[in-house]
């Protein structure tokens, strides 16, 4: 293999990773956007000020946020805001927010 032929590879995985990074990053901050619309209510990273009537969200496991939220969604979950609310999230949307808030510290 020839020098530059092996830098070429260099550089063109040091990009690839970049890139993967990149991706990653631009992921976790849709995601934490996401949440920050949950704050109002549920506190600030899902973390619900104690003994309030609003649960928080920080730690919960995913599948258990993702089957609220689609209840609230398909009206099977009855309350004064989270049914308008859910109706306002796609799948892909409530399944970033649940592993957002899943990987939340509590």
């Given at each position: 293999m020839t020098?530059?032929?092996?830098?070429?590879?260099?550089?063109?995985?040091?990009?690839?990773?970049?890139n993967g990074s990149m991706a990653q990053d631009a992921q976790a901050l849709r995601a934490r956007g996401l949440a920050a619309t949950c704050a109002?209510?549920?506190?600030?990273?899902?973390?619900?000020?104690?003994?309030?009537?609003?649960?928080?969200?920080?730690?919960m496991p995913a599948a258990?946020?993702?089957?609220?939220m689609n209840a609230f969604k398909s009206g099977a979950s009855t309350g004064s805001v989270m049914p308008q609310l859910a109706k306002g999230?796609?799948?892909?949307?409530?399944?970033?927010?649940?592993?957002?808030?899943?990987?939340?510290?509590?």
């Open positions: 020098l530059h032929l092996h830098r070429l590879l260099v550089v063109t995985a040091m990009a690839i990773a970049a109002q209510c549920h506190g600030t990273d899902g973390r619900a000020v104690e003994g309030g009537a609003v649960p928080g969200l920080a730690g258990t946020l993702i089957e609220r999230f796609n799948d892909a949307q409530i399944a970033q927010l649940a592993a957002w808030f899943a990987q939340a510290p509590q």
